[in-house]
Structures are given as C-alpha cells and as structure tokens.
C-alpha cells in the first residue's frame, strides 16, 4: 500500500464531529404517509398488470375460436 492512501484515510477518521452535531428531528406521521402512498401505487400498479394479462388472455382465447 501506498502512504497516500494511508494519508487520506487518517484524514477521513480526524473529522467525524463535524456530522454529530447536524441531527434532526423526524416526523413519524409524514413517513407513514409517505409509506401509505407507496402502497396505493404500488397497488395500483399491480392491478393493472393483473387486468391487462387476464383481458390479452381473453382477447387470444376469443381469438382462436
């Protein structure tokens, strides 16, 4: 190993109390929110692809008969 790297890396470890201090608060009813929407699209996109696979398999079977 080269001594740069080991030179960034003892630069790297000096500096960690510049991030303790930057905490925020987090508001729990926002992130269920966010995770309720989540679920709705996801939900709806999954219905759609369920319908449409069930209606192009109705098409084809019409189709061959």
Known sequence: MSTES???TSEIVETPSQ???TQKTVNVDVLKQR???EKKKEKVKRTIIVSSVVASLGVLTFLTY
């Open 6 to 8: 080991l030179n960034r």
């Open 35 to 37: 995770l309720l929407e």
């Open 19 to 21: 991030y303790v201090d």
